[in-house]
Structures are given as C-alpha cells and as structure tokens.
C-alpha cells in the first residue's frame, strides 16, 4: 500500500492507522448515511493507504451523483470503470473491508482517528519543509519565519468543529453580545474611528472585518488613516501600520504634525517657533505612550503581513487596527505563474486579507487606488465601479469608504471640505460623513453636528 507522505523519520512510519481507515470505508458500506457524518471530518487526501484513498474517492463520486446504493458491487464497478478496481485489491478486499467493521454506528470516530492522524502526518511534512529550507539557506531568515507560521496556521485553518454549527449554540453567543450592547448602551460596539458621523454610521470598526478605504492620490487617504490610527492608539488600543510606501520617519512626522497641530511644511524645512517646538515636544511626550507600530518594509506580501500581525498580537493581545498603505502595492506570491491576471492576484489577496482580519479579530484597513475614469466624468465623486480591480476588492471587503475633496478639481468648489463617502456598508447604512481638511496639519478635522469643536477647525 504506497503512501505519498514525507513524514518516514529514522525508518519509523508515518501516524497511521489502516484499521480505522478500514471502518470508516467499512461502515460507509454497511449504512450510506454515515457518509454525512464522514465528510464532516475526512476527504480523500486524508487516507494514508492508496486503496483506501482510491476507495472514498470512488464512494465520494457515487454519493455525489444521486447513488444511495453504494455497497460492494456498485462500488466494484465504479473502481472498474476507473481501471482501479485490481490497484484496491479486488473484489474481495471490498469484502474483508465489510468484515472487517466492529459497528458502523461508531463511523465518525472512526473518520476522527483518520483526521488526527492526517493532521499529525501534515504537520510533520510542514517541519519537513521547514527544515529542508533552513538547511539550503537560500532564503532570509524572516523569510523562513514567515514561510513556517504560514504552514502552520494554514494546518491550523483546517480544523473544523461541527458542535459550533448548531444555531442553539450560536444563538447564545449572539444573545451574550446584545447583552453586552445593551449594558454599554450609548457606546461603541468597534474602536473610535475618530470621526462622530462615521462611528454613528458603522459603531466603530468592526473586529474580524476587512475595511477599503479608496481615492484618488493626493487625496489624503494616508493622512485620514494616521487620523483613525491616533484615534485608536489614543483609546488605548494598538494600531499597527503597514506603510508599504512612504517611510516610518514620514509618517511619523505626519503624527508629530496632527498630534501638536503644527503646519507640517514648516515641519518639513525645519522652519519651527518657540511656540511650535514646544507643542512638538509635548505631542512627542503624549505619542511615546501610544501604541502604535509601523512596518516600513516595502514588497510586503499577505504572508509576510499576516506573520508580523500575529505576532504583535501576541505581544500586544490589545491591538485594535491593521491598516495597510497601500493594497496594491502588497507583493503576490504567485509571481512566478504568468497566467494569473493581476485582478486574480489582488482576489486572492483581499480574501486573505479578510481571513487575517477574522483570525485576528482585529479590523483591517486596507487603502487602495480609484481607477482614472473618476477624473473622466463630470461628476468625480467616486462610485463602487472606479476601484481597482474592483470586483475582489467590493465583494471581499465588508467596508468600502472614499475620499472625497471637491476643491482637488476646483480649487473654488468647497475649500477645505470633504466628504467621506460610505459607499458599502454590510452591517449598516451607506452615506456621507462630513469631514473638514486641515492641509497645514496634514489631518482631517470632524464637521458632523455631533461633533465636539476641537479649537482649530474652520467650521
């Protein structure tokens, strides 16, 4: 019986036990219906035996076509369609899988045995891997890093729990969180976003959901989302940036410049008075306590992105953002497959980005890019149809905002305004957030009625 697994150390076989592989098939044959409570747990990669793989492969392929008959004969001539049925042992192997069976009432344990042992088998190929990799040395070590965790949590995404399907039990849960809502009732269910219309509009931003913010450059989406990530470090949350185009000493100085409220040209061409130094020193004081990180290595990919979020997280359990600056500038690691379109790349990405954001239960910004047809119309207020590859990004985000400044087109058309444009919103209303931008300060200010003045908006 060939097996295709790496895991053999020191002679020893890999985790396998050929006797519960036997009962799951046996126990299939006796009571078709054990076949629903089978695939809760195995597929057919999970078989260490080549004849038990070929086997539920063919039992598979006959539940799936309608055949509610599957006993030893149709499954004999299902494997003999295939020219498989002499690889499995024949005819009468089938049979001894049959006598083999103590109860077929006991199918699921047994296809749990076969999944625990798969998953033992898959992890040693995964360390396999790794060690195959640190000893070529072709590849950095935080590269290596990176390429370790991502087998591992791609093992640990794996592993399904059916007992948490059950509405009953959900129910309780959801009822636990409408609960805690109405204790807290008057405050966010998400982080402070900053801005008194757009937490009225989502709640805050939501963990495990993947938010877009979008516009066009020069827009001034990086300075909104240093706005949120203040706003969030300042709550006492964490707030993790992945500038994966500007440096983390411009950015930084862009939180100097909001935080002290300083012109931040003058910032730029050193050009500060007494006044001005001190307001810097004291934001210098304040944003020391923050904590906020920012990675600054550019050609980032999902991977690389999601290992040093776990890991902060780790660190730091009460990180409450991830933004990323910007989204399709995040490397792909399908770079060396021609035939996947860069629309399929950035599917693929936000999907991921999505999964991150739910395994980490932590929201995730990600900025993107508007295509030039906004600058093409006559009205250029941004639509769901100008985002870059714009069907993975609409369909996988949960949040899509845009950025919006009349007066980037008409320097007379509502200066120092701009719209923050809710354009998609799963668990919430659309609409329009009012916002003021300040250009000297490199921040936006908050226009919403609600809003408490802060002493230097022009509103």
């Known amino acids: 019986m060939a097996n295709e697994s790496r895991g053999d150390i020191g002679g020893k076989l890999p985790p396998q036990d050929l006797e519960a592989e036997r009962c799951v098939l046996g126990s299939i044959l006796l009571h078709n219906d054990a076949i629903d409570d089978v695939l809760q747990h195995v597929r057919v990669d999970c078989f260490y035996a080549d004849p038990h793989r070929r086997m539920f492969s063919a039992i598979q392929d006959l539940y799936e076509s309608g055949t509610r008959g599957i006993d030893p004969v149709t499954l004999g001539h299902e494997l003999q369609r295939r020219n498989e049925l002499a690889e499995i042992g024949g005819t009468p192997y089938i049979v001894q899988i049959i006598e083999t069976v103590p109860h077929a009432a006991h199918a699921e344990y047994y296809a749990r045995i076969v999944y625990d042992k798969w998953m033992q088998r898959t992890l040693i190929d995964a360390c396999t891997d ?16 990176a390429k370790a965790e991502r087998r591992i949590f791609e093992i640990a995404e794996r592993q399904q729990n059916i007992d948490k399907f059950a509405l009953k039990d959900i129910l309780k849960d959801t009822f636990d969180r409408i609960y805690s809502r109405m204790d807290q009732e008057g405050t966010l269910s998400g982080v402070h976003t900053g801005f008194t219309g757009l937490d009225e509009m989502t709640s805050g931003f939501q963990a495990a959901e993947l938010l877009v913010l979008a516009a066009r450059p020069s827009m001034g989406k990086t300075a909104l989302v240093c706005n949120f990530a203040l706003a969030v470090a300042g709550a006492g949350c964490g707030a993790l940036i992945f500038s994966l185009e500007q440096s983390n000493l411009e950015l930084a100085e862009r939180f100097l410049a909001i935080e002290a409220k300083v012109n931040g040209h003058k910032l730029r061409q050193g050009d500060l008075d007494e006044v001005e130094q001190y307001s810097l ?19 980032r990919t ?16 009460e990180l409450g953002l991830i933004i990323i600056d910007y989204l399709q500038l995040i490397e792909s690691e399908e770079t060396t497959n021609r035939s996947i379109t860069r629309e399929q790349q950035i599917s693929t990405i936000t ?24 600058e093409q119309r006559e009205d250029k207020r941004p639509r769901l149809a100008d985002l870059r590859e714009s069907g993975a990004i609409e369909q996988d985000a949960d949040l899509v905002m845009f950025l919006h400044r009349p007066e980037a087109y008409d320097p007379e058309d509502r200066p120092g305004e701009a719209d923050l444009i809710v354009a998609k919103n799963r668990n919430g209303p659309i609409g329009t957030v009012p916002l003021v931008w300040l250009r000297e300060q490199l921040r936006f200010g908050d226009r919403s009625p609600l809003a408490v003045p802060d002493g230097v908006g022009d509103w």
């Open 130 to 145: 790794t060690l195959r990799d640190a000893y070529h040395g072709q590849d950095e070590v935080d590269e290596l890093v």
């Open 281 to 299: 020193d004291q934001a210098s004081l304040k944003l020391r306590e923050y904590p906020m990180f920012i990675d600054d290595t550019a050609g």
């Open 302 to 317: 999902v991977s690389q992105i999601a290992a040093v979020s776990r890991r902060l997280k780790r660190r730091h359990p």
């Open 351 to 374: 999907r991921r980005l999505k999964f991150l954001a739910k395994d980490l239960q932590v929201p995730v910004i990600a900025l993107a890019q508007l295509n030039r047809g906004v």
